[in-house]
């Protein structure tokens, strides 16, 4: 079995980094006889996604030649969907990421909160899973995930969107988040892991705004003074075919207005500056479910064992 901690900061010290060298070294040690390697988007260098759509196309090799006897060979499922013969236009290190992602038996996800979703160089990583979509391997069965959501705490705003966003990347590639783990304030700045992890409830898919929609709602673009507003169509009760248009926001509503210029500033003003739910279980007691580790962090970095 071969595991893939995915280190979604890009800080290389930061609380997410403390944390995933402590899941590193507890996998180490609690299944030796098993693989385990970090993928770290804080040193690997992968761009945005350009939508060209060039990895639609089947090549005639696969993006990797494997050797008898190597650590990271393709997991079954991914060697059997054809997603190795998906290339990417894009010569960076997103090959070597998806070479780990394509051993993983299962994957751990360790990822930073920023604002209330995941940091731009861990959202370009997910972004470049694109050439699984053109694959199968999204209908396969999916391997397990689990993530680990870190940050110092204080957001009102949660991290659904952080949930949502790995989820839906991670399905493409033929993974399911089966558990979310909160560690947000119980991580400090040094490191140190001052209280246990817990369960997350998984939201459904869509979110857990999606629960209250009614897609059987019809919609109608209509015109008002020069602007495209989206208003709901209620059907009329008794009034078959008819519907009522629901009324339109003020028209002094507050605009956006850059048509005057600014007043120049005052000769000698200073230039403005800036001032530099329950616990969890311990499900299946692998490392990846949140158990802590209390030995001595080495550098975890691309290990195998």
């Excluded at 990421?97 to 990583?125: G, N, T, W």
């Excluded at 898919?205 to 009614?214: I, P, Q, S």
Aim: aromatic share 6%; hydrophobic share 35%; glycine share 12%.
């Amino acid at each position: 079995m071969h595991r893939v901690i995915l280190h979604g900061s890009c800080r290389a010290d930061g609380r997410s980094a403390a944390l995933a060298d402590e899941l590193f070294n507890a996998c180490i040690e609690e299944c030796p006889d098993d693989g385990v390697s970090i993928v770290s988007v804080s040193s690997t260098e992968v761009g945005p996604c350009i939508g060209c759509d060039k990895c639609r196309a089947v090549a005639d090799e696969p993006i990797h030649l494997f050797e008898e006897g190597d650590p990271l060979l393709p997991q079954e499922t991914v060697a059997e969907s054809g997603a190795l013969f998906h290339h990417c236009v894009i010569d960076d290190d997103m090959n070597e990421v998806r070479k780990h992602l394509d051993a993983a038996d299962e994957l751990i996800v360790v990822c930073p909160v920023y604002f209330a979703s995941v940091p731009a160089q861990m959202k370009a990583l997910l972004d470049r899973l694109q050439p699984y979509y053109f694959t199968d391997l999204r209908t396969r069965p999916k391997r397990p995930a689990v993530i680990h959501v870190v940050g110092a705490g204080g957001d009102p705003h949660g991290f659904e969107p952080l949930i949502g966003t790995v989820r839906s990347a991670l399905s493409v590639a033929g993974f399911a988040v089966e558990l979310v783990l909160d560690w947000v304030g119980k991580i400090r700045a040094d490191g140190e892991i001052t209280a246990d992890a817990e369960e997350y409830p998984l939201p459904p898919v869509g979110g857990f705004g999606a629960m209250g929609l009614d897609f059987d709602d019809d919609y109608e673009v209509v015109e008002v003074e020069g602007t495209e507003e989206i208003e709901e169509i209620e059907e009329a009760e008794g009034d078959e075919g008819v519907g009522e248009v629901v009324e339109p926001r003020p028209k002094d509503r507050a605009k956006l207005s850059v048509s005057q210029k600014a007043p120049a500033p005052k000769q000698g003003a200073p230039k403005s500056g800036s001032r530099g739910p329950r616990k969890s279980s311990g499900k299946g007691g692998g490392p990846a479910y949140g158990k802590k580790n209390t030995k001595k962090k080495g550098n975890g970095r691309g290990g195998h064992r």
